[in-house]
């Protein structure tokens, strides 16, 4: 028992000191410590590999060579042995142990190599090429389709289940749709001031300001301190025009206000004031300018804003440059909304720079209307007086102008329209009503400067172009 104890520990020992030189090299004392735990275990795993694949005899290492430390036998207890591969050749088995070593050395490299791609790739770098990490790309939710889009919706329900459908069809853009569900839960319980709030958001969306204001409006009638519908109708006071109103309600507005939101107003303020001296000294294009400036720092859909950009075209002689401008102004005109929003002074005004409009591009009867309606507000401006006459003036000048020349008095349309001119001397329309009359009276020339002041402050008046067309005809024929 001694006997094989002492070769049981003999072999133990033989093989460990053969593989621990083989595979000395990636031995765990002198793994590198910068590697993570997972890259250790990976080469735990490649070891109990590359060991369990060593199976061959051949391959296998002698078991012991030194005889010091084994007891001596006799020859008769010798057993005769045929001599074994390996010990005829000891080459040829280092050389095939060698091999096995490189062969789990580079099994080893790989697998690490692996993981290591593997922990470069999560951080954007593949080797020389630095990948950028993609953004998740977000589904669309305008383009997909509500919970209930097609069956019938009962508008009976809770009304905190209509606000959350409202909630979730106007996060998709359908803004409509989301204003239908808002009403129907104010219907329910018009108390509540979040359905008002939310009412004027998808109010606002669908470019009916006015009505926004008024929902806002109610929400804090119901609740003074909603600090959200204070920002709200801040922000549309701001686009109105109405900056000290805007203010007042930012001030209220708590955490829903910002640095920015305070300098958009103040920018605007300092932007009207500068228009209002501007326009008493009558210097347009910097009214023209200011006008512009108040625009891009928020008040965008200001009828006062856009009012005062329409006189300022007016008198730059740019007339319809100067009525697009207003359309685009008072798109929603309603008077009594308008007095209630903005009072009976810009009212009145907005009325009268409508006239002006009105008289410029030859709407006479647009214009009467309009001056009656100013002066029914402020009676007391000179401003809307002075216009009212010339809107009474021109149009009448025009009637009497036309009855004339249809009747084929010519000179007497002529001196009618010349009178009308004396009051707008820059009227297009009755400029091109001369040129017609001087033209049956053979004053082509003349006709043809009216035609040309005419297409100055009207470039697409097709009517007088034609006129002053033949009119350069009749001078043609007449030089030949």
């Known amino acids: 028992m001694a006997k094989l104890k002492k070769l049981s520990t003999g072999q133990k020992m033989g093989c460990e000191s053969v593989l621990g030189c083989i595979f000395q090299s990636w031995s765990p004392s002198r793994r590198k410590p910068s590697l993570p735990e997972k890259d250790h275990r990976v080469k735990d795993n490649l070891l109990a590999k590359s060991t369990s694949t060593i199976t061959d005899p051949k391959i296998l ?31 040829k088995s280092s050389d095939s142990a ?36 993609q953004p998740a790309v977000k589904p669309d939710v305008s383009q997909t389709k509500s919970r209930w889009e097609g069956k019938p919706v009962n508008y009976r329900l809770d009304p905190e289940a209509l606000k959350r459908m409202g909630n979730e069809e106007y996060c998709r853009g359908r803004f409509a749709q989301a204003l239908v569900f808002y009403e129907r839960a104010i219907s329910a319980d018009p108390k509540t001031p979040t359905y008002w709030c939310n009412k004027s958001a998808a ?16 929400a804090l009638r119901l609740n003074p301190t909603y600090e959200r519908a204070h920002q709200r109708l801040a922000s549309l006071q701001l686009r109105l025009g109405e900056v000290e109103k805007a203010l007042c309600h930012y001030n209220e507005a708590g955490k829903y206000t910002e640095t920015k939101h305070i300098e958009q107003v103040e920018d605007v303020i300092k932007c009207l004031k500068r228009c209002d001296e501007a326009r008493r000294s009558k210097e347009w294009n910097v009214a023209l300018k200011e006008t512009l ?15 005062l950009q329409t006189e300022a075209l007016l008198h730059l002689q740019r007339h319809e440059e100067a009525y697009s401008v207003y359309q685009k102004g008072t798109k929603r005109f309603e008077i009594d909304s308008f007095i ?12 009268m720079v409508g006239a002006q409009v009105y008289i410029a591009v030859g709407r006479f009867e647009d214009a009467v209307t309009a001056s009656r309606q100013a002066a029914r507000l402020d009676p007391s401006s000179e401003e809307v007086n002075v216009v009212a006459k010339t809107a009474r003036a021109v149009a009448s000048a025009r009637l009497s102008g ?4 249809n009747a084929s008095k010519f000179e007497g349309a002529c001196v009618v329209y010349t009178e009308g001119l004396e009051k707008d001397p820059y009227n297009a329309l009755l400029l091109c009503n001369r040129a017609a009359s001087r033209f049956k009276l053979g004053l082509f020339e003349k006709a043809i400067e009216d035609c040309t002041l005419a297409l100055s402050l009207q470039p697409s008046y097709r009517k007088a172009r034609r006129r002053r067309a033949d009119s350069y005809a009749k001078v043609f024929k007449s030089s030949i």
């Open 61 to 91: 290492p002698r078991v012991s060579t030194d005889t010091s430390s084994q007891p001596k036998k006799s020859d008769s207890q010798k057993p005769q042995q045929k001599p074994n591969s390996d010990e005829s050749h000891p080459r």
């Open 98 to 133: 060698r091999k096995s070593s490189d062969s789990a050395k580079k099994s080893i490299s790989s697998g690490s190599s692996r993981t290591e791609s593997k922990r470069f790739s999560l951080n954007g770098v593949m080797g020389n090429i630095i990948v950028k990490p």
């Open 203 to 218: 109010l606002i969306s669908l470019g009916r300001l006015l009505e926004a204001s008024d929902a806002c409006e109610e």
């Open 293 to 307: 400036f108040a625009i891009s720092y928020g008040a965008d859909s200001s009828p006062r804003v856009y009012a």
């Open 340 to 351: 209630k929003i903005f009072g009976l002074s810009i009212t009145s005004y907005l009325l």
């Open 402 to 405: 036309n009855l004339l020349f």
